[in-house]
Nanobody
């Protein structure tokens, strides 16, 4: 069992930056592929970014490439999503997920409760 808790969301203006954090507890975090997903009102949850257990592989949704960076600190059991140049269309609830393997599509076995990101124009 892995418990995930996201933080760092908020209300920002277009062009601003935010850093989301996801702290994991429970089973060994270091072996999990970690991912960030988001769900906007009325839309399905979509993949945003993923990072392998040793950070040697990452993947991004095309619309966030060059603006978002996923990273992790295994010593702190934490995965981050640094978001730059935010746009109103980035508004969503952002979820952290832990997966057993780096697959496409990523299929987390565990999810956090989500953190709201709102970008005003």
């Amino acid at each position: 069992q892995v418990q995930l808790v996201e933080s760092g969301g908020g209300l920002v203006q277009a062009g601003d930056s935010l850093r989301l954090s996801c702290i994991a507890s429970g089973r060994t975090f270091n072996s999990n592929t970690m991912g960030w997903f988001r769900q906007a009102p009325g839309k399905v949850r979509e993949f945003v970014a993923a990072i392998s257990w040793n950070s040697d592989r990452t993947d991004y949704l095309d619309s966030v490439k060059g603006r978002f960076t996923i990273s992790r600190d295994n010593a702190k059991n934490t995965v981050y999503l640094q978001m730059y140049s935010l746009k109103p269309e980035d508004t969503a609830v952002y979820y952290c997920g832990a997966a057993e393997a780096f697959t496409t599509p990523l299929e987390p076995s565990y999810w956090g409760q989500g953190t709201q990101v709102t970008v005003s124009s």
